[in-house]
């Protein structure tokens, strides 16, 4: 098939899918053609079809929410990455220094290609495959650390205490991610989810939600049952969503069987999915607070409504994103792309729309809000802090003769007292954590579960951090 006669066809698909063209509203795939042939005919420079294509998708997706996207190829690679979880690399958590802005080795990955070489926190990363990192963005250094995996990947680090630069030759493979964490990291690279101080209160955060987020929230809960914890704290701050399923099966595990948990609405707010626990019942029934902040959005708001409208749990921090809708995915250039496109909005149990309009205002209905007296609004520098403290407790423990990277500087039994936030879910779960089973939200409503039946997955919210490579 000729190019232009592909070019065309597609840009023509996506007309309709965008448009929902009838056959009386056809001309206007007719009309791109038309337009297309005279660029490409006439134009004082030639143009590259795909550059046409992609820039003619984002012409007609600008005139939609700032949600529907046109994801090339690069960047599909990336999506699949953070949903599948797992991604080609060396296995390390990377971060520039907020000082220097020198690219930083956070935490090698137990077991890693990385980890395995030698690498250790707080190593600077001075190349990558010959070429200096000076000046690279956080998303400039993953890319050039990701790849392949099999293929070899060269680095040049310094290391305090280190008379030269030590030269690596570390072999990418394919590298889990993590879209759980506890409170921090053991020596073999596990994950500790009891909270530092606190014996009885277990902490389980969620960074976004992917393929195994439910799997890996269940194992969490396992383990702090064996440890008797009597109170859990369920972080969501600064999660950007994630895959809708995995939203709905961290629900299940707090939820009774049956209890609604979403509705999707489409076009006249007719129900288009409604999603419901499934399952054998309750993993953890116990007392719980769910942290929110301004970050939090999409299918972390599904989770954190759900949660308060059953009374299953207090929130806290701050009023969240206020992301409500829901995103398809469609292949367009044969798999090349995807035509990332909003189809429907999602409704909490108590038949709220979380979505926040560009219209809305502070005193509109939109987000989740805290529980009354539990709104902790963090200022920007706050913000940066509580950034500063989950780095150092993220990181790998130093091995016993390893030098103590400069940036651990918070003891561990501090941790809670710097997270005015987290101060306050303890201070709630202290109260109630030797009541299992009681609700500490006296807000939300919707108690009884409304009709209907699981949907497919789709994808609610983006994932657009970086740092692992």
């Not at 701050?318 to 469609?330: D, I, L, M, N, P």
């Not at 987290?422 to 009884?448: F, H, I, T, Y």
Request: net charge negative.
């Amino acid at each position: 098939m000729p190019r232009r006669t592909l070019l065309v066809m597609l840009v023509a698909s996506v007309v309709a899918l965008i448009c929902h063209a009838r056959a009386d509203r056809q001309p206007y795939g007719h009309y791109l053609s038309e337009i297309l042939d005279i660029i490409d005919t006439h134009y004082v420079e030639p143009v590259e079809d795909q550059k046409l294509f992609e820039s003619a998708v984002d012409g007609m997706l600008s005139q939609l929410d700032e949600h529907s996207s046109y994801i090339t190829r690069d960047g599909l690679a990336e999506l699949r990455e953070n949903l599948d979880q797992e991604f080609g690399g060396i296995g390390i958590e990377v971060t520039l220094d907020p000082k220097t802005k020198e690219l930083t080795v956070l935490s090698p990955l137990v077991g890693t290609p990385a980890y395995l070489a030698g690498i250790r926190a707080g190593d600077k990363i001075a190349s990558v495959n010959g070429e200096s990192t000076a000046g690279f963005s956080l998303p400039d250094a993953v890319r050039r650390l990701r790849g392949k995996a099999g293929d070899m990947v060269r680095l040049q680090i310094v290391r305090k205490g280190a008379d030269k630069p030590l030269d690596f030759e570390v072999t990418r493979a394919e590298i889990p991610l993590e879209s759980v964490r506890g409170d921090s990291r053991r020596a073999d690279g596990t994950w500790n989810f009891v909270l530092a101080g606190y014996p009885q209160i277990g902490y389980i955060r969620i960074n976004n939600f992917g393929e195994r987020t439910a799997e890996e929230v269940a194992a969490a809960l396992d383990a702090l049952h064996a440890a008797g914890v009597k109170g859990l704290v369920l972080d969501l701050r600064e999660n950007p969503g994630g895959l809708l399923n995995a939203a709905v099966g961290v629900c299940e595990l707090f939820v009774a069987p049956g209890s609604l948990i979403v509705t999707t609405r489409g076009r006249n707010g007719t129900i288009d999915e409604t999603y419901r626990a499934g399952g054998e019942g309750r993993r953890y029934d116990g007392a719980m607070c769910v942290l929110v902040n301004r970050y939090s959005a999409s299918a972390s708001e599904i989770v954190a409504a759900c949660l308060q409208d059953y009374q299953r749990a207090g929130i806290v921090g701050e009023r969240s994103f206020g992301k409500g809708t829901v995103q398809k995915v469609h292949e367009v250039e044969g798999g090349k792309g995807v035509l990332k496109l909003t189809t429907s909005s999602y409704w909490r149990p108590s038949e709220k729309n979380i979505h926040r309009l560009s219209t809305n205002q502070e005193a509109d209905e939109w987000g989740v809000r805290p529980d009354q007296g539990c709104e902790l609004k963090l200022s920007d520098d706050d913000l940066l802090k509580w950034h500063e403290l989950r780095r150092q407790r993220d990181i790998l423990p130093p091995a016993d003769g390893e030098q103590r990277p400069d940036f651990l500087s918070i003891k561990p039994e501090d941790a809670a007292r710097l997270d005015p936030q987290m101060q306050k879910a303890v201070e709630m779960l202290e109260r109630k954590k030797n009541a299992p089973g009681k609700a500490l939200s006296q807000g939300g409503g919707g108690q009884q579960p409304f009709p209907g039946a699981i949907g497919s997955d789709v994808l609610v919210g983006t994932i657009d951090r970086c740092g692992g490579a």
